[in-house]
């Protein structure tokens, strides 16, 4: 592959395993993004030395989001189970993950980012799903997200700050002042990498094993909504075009 955009670098004492993003301008998620992270987070799986995966988006944003011109019905199939293949891996993780969110983390962004165990947002940090803005909805944030939460992030597709998403859970740690990468290390090297990594991943067994049959279950019934109701239905598919028009939709409410 000509384009790389996935880095999977390691610490010298193997316990931190960091996948970096690095897709100019906004670490777009497409089918082919999806492609890199996916071998990444498997090799940092099979780490027996590991304690903690981080999940980073390089420059000025986490992610705008995924790909909207691969929501349209010729491409969406083969997106969602790209996305969808990436965030099981990370829900199903054998050993703690973590994410720091700086910028923009909209959409499939914030899917990734809601994937993982510990979320550390910039204070600037905007975050949110917006898909019900182009007539669609996200299915991983439908299976990850529950109660009011979910219902004020999918429903309204608004942008929340690091501090309002601190307040409804989904944001654990606010790193203020352009302090982000000095807040994660020292979140690590404090409750990560004097662990044993053995304990760690009996710890992440026993929180997530519980949780995950109703994740798979929410998640699949969410991309067979959008699969069999909302790409062969008009809205399902106008709000994307109209967005990539550049002009309003033009909604017929089926």
């Known amino acids: 592959m000509s384009d790389e955009w996935v880095r999977h670098d ?9 996948i970096t993003i690095d897709k100019p301008p906004g670490n777009v998620i497409d089918i082919a993004l999806c492609a890199q992270i996916a071998p990444a987070i498997e090799a940092a799986r099979v780490a027996s030395d590991a304690r903690v995966l981080v999940l980073r988006g390089a420059g000025r944003h986490f992610s705008f989001g995924a790909s909207v011109e691969e929501h349209l ?10 996305l969808g293949g990436v965030i099981r891996s990370l829900v199903g993780f054998p050993y703690p993950t973590l994410v720091g969110v700086q910028g923009a983390c909209l959409g499939g962004g914030l899917e990734l980012m809601l994937a993982c165990g510990i979320v550390i947002a910039d204070e ?6 917006p898909e019900i803005q182009l007539g669609v909805l996200p299915p991983a944030a439908t299976a990850l997200l529950a109660g009011r939460a979910a219902e004020d992030v999918i429903l309204t597709g608004r942008s929340f700050t690091a501090k309002q998403a601190r307040r409804i859970g989904i944001v654990n740690v606010i790193a203020e002042g352009g302090s982000l990468d000095a807040v994660i290390d020292g979140f690590i090297n404090e409750h990560f ?3 044993s990594a053995f304990s760690l991943r009996m710890a992440t067994k026993a929180v997530r094993d519980g949780r995950l049959e109703d994740f798979d279950r929410r998640l699949a019934a969410a991309e067979g909504i959008y699969r069999e109701e909302l790409l062969v239905s008009h ?20």
């Open 10 to 18: 390691v610490s010298g004492d193997g316990a931190v395993h960091t």
């Open 193 to 195: 990498v004097p662990r």
């Open 235 to 254: 809205d399902g598919v106008e709000g994307i075009a109209a967005f990539i028009d550049k002009r309003p939709p033009q909604w017929t409410n089926n």
């Open 73 to 82: 019905p010729d491409k969406a199939p083969e997106m969602l189970d790209a």
């Open 124 to 129: 600037g940090a905007t975050l949110g799903t």
